[in-house]
Nanobody, 124 residues
């Protein structure tokens, strides 16, 4: 049974940093791409970043240069380092496991398993 558990969210002031962690279990983590998504109140879920099994990454334009996605395949952990946070980054952040492995994309339809989310709140 696939399980994804996020942690690391919190409340920070604009310009601050947070590192999100997602611990995976129950499947062959290293074979699949992973992604981070977020959903703010009243808005649709948005793909933030993804990483394929070889470490190639993709980011949504709004976080490029500020966020970094990485993975530790041995430990089955996915990370999202978030720097220079802005109030518009406030959302519930989810990690997700893709059905693909040799490429990644931020389309939610490519992801089959999801964590419960961790809240990130950025104040101005």
């Amino acid at each position: 049974q696939v399980q994804l558990v996020e942690s690391g969210g919190g409340s920070v002031q604009a310009g601050g940093s947070l590192r999100l962690t997602c611990v995976a279990s129950g499947y062959s983590y290293s074979r699949y791409s992973m992604g981070w998504f977020r959903q703010a109140p009243g808005k649709e879920r948005e793909g933030v970043a993804c990483i394929d099994r070889d470490g190639h990454t993709l980011y949504v334009d709004s976080v490029k240069g500020r966020f970094t996605i990485s993975r530790d395949n041995a430990a089955k952990i996915l990370y999202l380092q978030m720097n220079s946070l802005k109030p518009e980054d406030t959302a519930l952040y989810y990690c997700a496991a893709s059905i693909t492995g040799d490429f990644c994309a931020t389309a939610a339809g490519l992801y089959k398993d999801w964590g419960q989310g961790t809240q990130v709140t950025v104040s101005s």
